[in-house]
């Protein structure tokens, strides 16, 4: 047997799984949600200009501020970024996220954006996108009216003239 360990054997099923599940709604987002509005999409049409039928399903948003347009920019942000890669999608001008809650961290973008897969072994073809946001001012301060969604830390709380 070439994986004895039962209990590594099911971590690495339960892995595949995920994978193939993401691979699926990802599949689904293009073809059956998306679909003919892909040309569009990729040519930069904006998502409030597009005719992306979205059922409203539930009764909470995620938050206060949530509407039709943020569903609408978050299923094309999965399609253009990738799954999970919620900074670029805020970061992504041509999406709603950017202007209502202001630029993602910038370590976690550069994180996100600088993900380079394992599998390419050594791959001279390979040329990772390189991604820049040069709309984005990466200081300090959020701009005018944008919710704070940073956690305090103890840090933050010191004056740094009183150094």
């Not at 990802?26 to 949600?33: G, H, K, P, S």
């Amino acid at each position: 047997m070439l994986l004895p360990d039962e209990g590594f054997r099911k971590h690495l099923q339960h892995q595949c799984n995920k994978v193939l599940l993401r691979v699926r709604m990802l599949y689904y987002l293009r073809t059956e949600i998306i679909g003919n509005l892909i040309t569009a999409i990729d040519e930069g049409v904006k998502p409030e200009a597009l005719d992306l039928e979205i059922i409203d399903r539930i009764q909470d948003p995620p938050t206060v501020w949530w509407d039709h347009e943020c569903d609408k920019s978050l299923l094309i942000g999965i399609y253009k970024h990738g799954y999970e890669k919620y900074s670029l999608i805020r970061a992504d001008s041509s999406l709603c996220f950017l202007e209502r809650v202001g630029p993602p961290d910038e370590r976690a973008l550069a994180a996100e954006a600088n993900f380079e897969p394992e599998d390419t072994d050594g791959d001279p073809e390979y040329k990772p996108a390189r991604l820049t946001f040069p709309e984005i001012d990466f200081d300090d301060s959020p701009a005018p009216g944008t919710p704070n969604t940073e956690p305090a830390s103890p840090a933050s709380n010191v004056d740094p003239k009183s150094k």
